[in-house]
């Protein structure tokens, strides 16, 4: 490469043409590594904000999962035609909602 004032002069191969040559910014790509390094480190170094207890995320866990059962309980419902299985579902989410109750 040949350096001309800021510009480092690169030679590309274009589709139809031989050879171009182009002017690039020197410095640009390192600026581009630098802050994609920069990126990674700051989402590798958790927070102080962020930190959560393990006793916090097993119950954001245990919260997560009963609100997907809440929703499959629901879906289930709009589709039951049968007494018995429906007010078998309206048990299952009248249990849901008081496990839900006692996270919060």
């Given at each position: 490469m040949k350096t001309?004032?800021?510009f480092q002069k690169k030679s590309v191969l274009?589709?139809?043409r031989i050879w171009q040559n182009s002017l690039m910014a020197?410095?640009?790509?390192?600026?581009d590594v630098e802050a994609q390094a920069e990126e990674a480190q700051e989402l590798k170094a958790p927070s102080d904000k962020t930190t959560k207890s393990v006793d916090q995320m097993e119950k954001d866990r245990d919260k997560a999962g009963?609100?997907?059962s809440r929703k499959r309980i629901l879906n289930e419902l709009e589709v039951a035609t049968?007494?018995?299985h429906r007010k078998s579902l309206?048990?299952?989410l009248a249990h849901l909602?008081?496990?839900l109750n006692?996270?919060?």
């Open positions: 001309k004032g800021i274009l589709p139809g020197r410095g640009w790509e390192s600026k009963l609100e997907l049968h007494p018995n309206e048990a299952a909602d008081q496990k006692e996270l919060k």
